[in-house]
């Protein structure tokens, strides 16, 4: 069973800042641990919803929308739905590759052409 994963697991710290719930694996791995019969591609992730809103099918160049994941099957779907979407799907590798998918990489939250996305994610 497929499953896009969407979400940012945050918690809230003693000091009311959010950080990643999964310290030493990625989020999407975290995911999948704990929905072992499924496959769990995650994208949809690293832009705040406003942009997905109102940048999809940006003039200038698209905006990159990352997914990552196990099943190449299930992700062909997903890169599917993203083009549709209006959006650059970018596939960064399986799940254990998807740090920059999480809160606070180098492209969380940033609306970035593919060149922009390229040069970010290579500082990361």
């Not at 591609?41 to 832009?47: G, Q, R, Y």
């Not at 990159?64 to 979407?85: F, R, W, Y």
């Not at 596939?91 to 492209?107: A, F, M, W």
Request: charged share 25%; aromatic share 8%.
């Amino acid at each position: 069973k497929l499953i896009i994963d969407a979400t940012n697991p945050l918690v809230k710290t003693a000091n009311g800042y959010a950080r990643p719930i999964p310290e030493n694996i990625t989020a999407g791995e975290w995911m999948q641990n704990r929905l072992p019969k499924t496959s769990i591609i995650k994208s949809f992730t690293t832009l705040w919803s406003k942009y997905l809103e109102t940048e999809s099918n940006r003039e200038g160049g698209l905006l990159v929308m990352p997914l990552s994941g196990n099943n190449d099957q299930h992700k062909k779907q997903v890169t599917q739905l993203i083009e549709e979407a209006g959006f650059f799907p970018y596939d960064l590798g399986d799940l254990v590759q998807s740090k920059p998918q999480d809160p606070g990489s180098s492209v969380w939250n940033k609306p970035l052409t593919l060149k922009e996305f390229e040069i970010a994610i290579r500082q990361y």
